[in-house]
C-alpha cells in the first residue's frame, strides 16, 4: 500500500494534464493539499497495516517501498511543510494558471520525496534525490525574476557536481557489490572497506550528499537560492527540501549502509560544527531576512549532522527530531519573511520597524520560530538540540558539545537582532499603512507555530512513542 | 576482449577520468553559460561510461546499463530545464555571459 | 584492446574540442561527436542497448536542444569572431597539458582491484537489460516517468510562459 504515496500523486498529476481534466483545473490548488493533508493522517492515525508495506496494491507493482520510523517521522514533516507551501501557493501565486502550474511542479517534489525516504536502493535513492532537484530548479526559476534565475543556474551547476559524484561512487560500488539495494551494498563494504577505491567511493557519495544539503564548505548555492526564490518556494526548500534530499539520505546511508565508520562519524562531526560556525557567524552580518535564513538554515542542519556524527542511538534521535523541529520552525520563519514580503514588498530587514502592532500574528508567531530556533525551553528546538548536545557529552566530544552550546547563543543574537529591527521599535513613515498578512498566510503561521509550541510542551510523552523507536534504526 | 579485467578497467577508467578532467576544466574555466552546461554534459557522459565499464568488469552488463538509461533520462530532464533558465537568463540581460552574476552577494 | 586505446583516445580529443572551438556552435557538434565515441565505447563493452540509448538521445536529442537554443541567442560578428578565436588559444592552450600531466600521474597509478573484486555471480549470461529494467528496477522506470514529466513542466513552465508574456 506504500506505493500509493507515490502513485496517487502521479496519478492524480496524469489526470489533471489530460483534456479531459480541463474543468479539474481551477480546483488543483484546492485538491492539491489533501494529498500532504492525508499523508499527515496517514502517519499519525494511520492502521498499522498500511504501513507494514504487504497486501493490496503491493501485490500488483512491488516497488520495493519500505516504511521504516525514520521514513514516517520524515513523512510527517514532508506533509507539513507541503501543506503550508500549498497554503502560500494560494495567496501569493497569482493567476489560475500560474497557480496550476506551480502545483504540478510540486507535486513532482513530493512524489520525489516520498519516493525518496520510502526506498532502499542506493541508486534508485539518488533518481528521486534528482526528481525532487529537478522540481526545486523550477520552482526556483518560477517566476522568471533575474535573481531568482541566478540562483537556479548557481544550484543547477553545484548540483550537477553532486550528481557526477554520487554515479561515480555507485559505478565504483559496483565493483564490490552485486546490485545496488541497501543490504547487497552493506554486505560488500563490511567484505572489502578497506580497499582505497571502496573508500573513494563512500567518499564521494558522502560529498555529494554534503552539496545537496548545503553544508560547509559546498553550501554556495544555499544563500542565492533560498533568498532570490519565490516565498512558497523559499519555505518548501529551507523547509524540507534540502533535507529530505541530502540530509535524510546521509542518515539513512550512514545508519544502514556505511553502518559505524569512526572516520566517517569523525568526517561528520568536524563538517557538522563548521557548518554550524560558519552558518551562524554569516547570518549576524545580513540586511536580507531571507539570506539571513539561508545561513541559518545552513547552521541548524550543521546541528543534525552532529548527531548523525555522534554515532550513538541518542545522538541520531536528536538528529531526527531537530530534522523535524527545523522543517517546521523554518517554514514558520519563512511564512513570516513571506507575509512581510507580502505586506511591505520588501524583505531588507533595514526598512523594517515596528511591526509588531502591525501585524500581530506574523510577530506572535515569528517571535516563537525564534525561541525554538535558538532553544528556549519549552519549545520543540529546546529539546531537540539538548539531545544532540547529551548525546555528543555522553560520547566524549566534549569539545564539539561546547561549541554547540555557543552557536545557540549567536543564534539566538542573530534571530533576536532580526526581531528588535522588523518588529519592534518605531514603524517607519513608508510602512504606516501595512496591515497583517492574508488569511491563508495567517492560517499557515498560526497552524506551525501550535506544532513547535505543542512538540515542546507534550514533549516527554511524545519521546517515548514517538521518538525512541526511530533510535532502532541504528 | 582482454582476459585481464584489472588491465581493462585501469584503461577505460583512465579515460573516463580524462574526460572527467575535461569537464570539470570546462566548468571552472568558461564565462558563457551554455558552455558551462556542455561541461555538465561531458561530465554525465564520462559517468555513465564509468558505470557501464564497471558493470562490464564485474559481469553485471545487464544492471550497469539499466542504470546507464535511467542516467541518461535523468540527464535529458536535467539540461532541458538547465536550458530554459539559461534562455530565460538571456532573456532578461540579452548575453550569455556569467560575469554579469554579481547581483547576490555576502 | 588497441581499438580501445583509439576509441578512448577519440573520446578525450573530442571533449577537448568540445572545450575549445570558439563557435558555440562548434562546441555542440563536437559533443554529439563524444557522444558517438561514448557510444562506441559502449557497444565494445557488449552493452548494445545503453549505447543506442547515448546515441539517440545524447548525439541526437541533447544536441538538437542546445542548437535550438543557440539559435534562439546572438550571433557573433565576424570581427567578435576573430577576436574570440585568439583569445580561446591563449586561454586554453593548458588544458591539453593538464590533460596530458594527469594522463601519466594516472598511468603510475596501481589500483589493487584483483583483491576487491567479488567473483562473478552465477547469474545466467542472458540476463537482458529489457528484463532487468522491467522486472528488477522498476523503481527506476517510475523515476523515469517521473523526472520526465518534471522535465516538461518545467520547460513548460520557463519556456511557454515567457513566451504568454511577449
Known amino acids: 500500500m506504500l506505493s500509493l504515496l507515490v502513485l496517487v500523486p502521479l496519478a492524480g498529476l496524469m489526470l489533471l494534464s489530460f483534456p479531459f481534466g480541463a474543468r479539474l483545473r481551477k480546483w488543483a490548488t484546492v485538491l492539491a493539499p489533501l494529498l500532504p493533508l492525508s499523508q499527515i493522517i496517514l502517519v499519525v492515525f494511520g492502521p498499522a497495516g498500511f504501513w507494514s508495506g504487504s497486501g493490496g496494491l503491493d501485490r500488483f507493482c512491488d516497488f520495493g517501498l519500505k516504511a521504516d520510523d525514520l521514513s514516517l517521522v520524515m513523512l510527517l514533516s514532508i506533509g507539513i511543510v507541503v501543506f503550508v507551501t500549498l497554503l502560500v501557493v494560494g495567496e501569493l501565486v497569482e493567476g489560475d494558471r500560474q497557480r496550476f502550474s506551480f502545483t504540478n511542479v510540486l507535486v513532482v517534489a513530493l512524489i520525489g520525496m516520498n519516493g525518496t525516504v520510502l526506498l532502499s536502493d542506493v541508486f534508485s535513492l539518488y533518481v528521486f534525490i534528482e526528481i525532487t532537484t529537478v522540481s526545486s530548479f523550477v520552482l526556483i526559476a518560477f517566476n522568471r525574476e533575474k535573481n531568482a534565475l541566478e540562483g537556479a543556474f548557481k544550484y543547477i551547476m553545484l548540483s550537477a557536481v553532486a550528481t557526477v559524484l554520487m554515479v561515480t561512487s555507485v559505478a565504483l560500488l559496483l565493483l564490490v557489490a552485486h546490485g545496488t539495494s541497501f543490504s547487497v551494498v552493506r554486505e560488500a563494504l563490511q567484505a572489502s572497506g578497506s580497499n582505497v577505491l571502496v573508500k573513494i567511493a563512500v567518499g564521494a557519495f558522502i560529498c555529494g550528499l554534503f552539496i545537496k544539503g548545503g553544508l560547509v564548505p559546498f553550501h554556495g548555492w544555499v544563500p542565492d537560492a533560498y533568498s532570490a526564490a519565490p516565498a512558497p518556494v523559499s519555505v518548501l526548500l529551507a523547509g524540507i527540501s534540502t533535507k529530505a534530499t541530502g540530509i535524510y539520505a546521509l542518515i539513512r546511508l550512514v545508519a544502514h549502509v556505511f553502518a559505524g565508520s569512526q572516520p566517517l562519524n569523525h568526517v561528520l562531526l568536524f563538517v557538522g560544527v563548521v557548518s554550524i560556525v560558519v552558518g551562524a557567524l554569516a547570518a549576524l552580518g545580513q540586511r536580507d531576512m531571507k539570506r539571513m535564513l539561508a545561513y541559518s538554515s545552513i547552521s541548524q542542519v550543521g546541528y543534525i549532522v552532529l548527531g548523525v556524527g555522534c554515532g550513538t542511538p541518542l545522538g541520531m534521535v536528536g538528529a531526527v527530531f531537530h530534522l523535524f523541529n527545523h522543517a517546521v520552525f523554518k517554514s514558520l520563519l519563512f511564512v513570516n519573511s513571506a507575509a512581510l514580503e507580502q505586506r511591505l514588498g520588501t524583505t531588507d530587514m533595514n526598512q523594517m520597524g515596528g511591526l509588531g502592532s ?56 542573530y534571530l533576536l537582532g532580526m526581531q528588535r529591527r522588523v518588529f519592534f521599535g518605531k514603524v517607519p513613515e513608508a510602512l504606516a499603512q501595512a496591515t497583517e498578512a492574508s488569511f491563508g498566510l ?17 514533549f516527554p510523552w511524545l519521546f517515548n512513542t514517538f521518538l525512541l523507536p526511530v533510535s532502532g534504526i541504528l | 576482449m582482454s582476459n585481464d579485467p584489472g588491465h581493462l578497467f585501469m584503461i577505460f577508467a583512465a579515460g573516463a577520468a580524462l574526460t572527467l578532467v575535461v569537464g570539470f576544466y570546462s566548468l571552472i574555466t568558461t564565462r558563457n553559460l551554455l ?27 545487464a544492471l550497469a546499463q539499466a542504470l546507464a538509461i535511467t542516467l541518461i533520462i535523468i540527464e535529458v530532464a536535467v539540461i532541458a530545464v538547465a536550458v530554459g533558465v539559461v534562455l530565460c537568463i538571456y532573456r532578461h540581460n540579452k548575453s550569455l555571459d556569467a560575469t554579469f552574476f554579481t547581483n547576490l552577494k555576502g | 584492446m588497441a581499438i580501445d586505446i583509439v576509441l578512448l583516445g577519440g573520446l578525450v580529443l573530442a571533449a577537448m574540442a568540445t572545450v575549445m572551438t570558439a563557435r558555440l556552435l562548434r562546441a555542440v557538434i563536437w559533443l554529439a ?25 545524447c548525439a541526437g536529442l541533447i544536441p538538437a536542444i542546445f542548437i535550438t537554443s543557440i539559435g534562439l541567442t546572438q550571433r557573433l560578428t565576424p570581427e567578435a569572431l576573430a577576436v574570440r578565436r585568439r583569445e580561446r588559444l591563449k586561454r586554453f592552450w593548458h588544458l591539453p597539458l593538464i590533460v596530458i600531466l594527469a594522463g601519466i600521474a594516472l598511468s603510475r597509478l596501481h589500483v589493487p582491484l584483483e583483491a576487491v573484486m567479488a567473483p562473478a555471480p552465477a547469474a545466467p549470461a542472458a540476463a537482458d537489460v529489457r528484463n532487468v529494467l522491467w522486472a528488477l528496477r522498476h523503481t527506476d522506470l517510475l523515476g523515469q516517468i517521473v523526472v520526465l514529466l518534471g522535465g516538461v513542466f518545467g520547460v513548460a513552465v520557463l519556456i511557454m510562459e515567457a513566451r504568454h508574456e511577449q
Open chain 3, 33 to 57: 561527436v563524444t557522444s558517438v565515441f561514448v557510444a562506441l565505447l559502449m557497444f565494445r563493452l557488449n552493452a548494445n542497448i545503453a549505447g543506442v540509448f547515448e546515441l539517440s538521445v
Open chain 2, 35 to 61: 558552455r558551462a552546461l556542455i561541461g555538465v554534459e561531458i561530465l554525465m557522459k564520462a559517468t555513465t561510461l564509468l558505470i557501464i565499464v564497471t558493470g562490464y568488469v564485474s559481469g553485471q552488463v
Open chain 1, 442 to 458: 495567517v492560517v499557515a503561521s498560526v497552524v506551525l507555530a501550535g506544532v513547535t509550541v505543542g512538540v515542546g510542551v507534550l
Open chain 1, 358 to 413: 502591525r501585524m500581530p500574528f506574523t510577530g506572535a508567531t515569528s517571535v516563537l520560530a525564534t525561541l525554538s530556533t535558538a532553544g528556549i525551553p519549552p519549545l520543540s528546538g529546546f529539546w531537540s538540540k539538548l539531545i544532540i548536545i547529551v548525546a555528543l557529552w555522553q560520547a566524549g566530544y566534549l569539545g564539539y558539545a561546547v561549541l554547540a552550546i555557543l552557536m545557540s547563543v549567536v543564534t539566538l543574537a
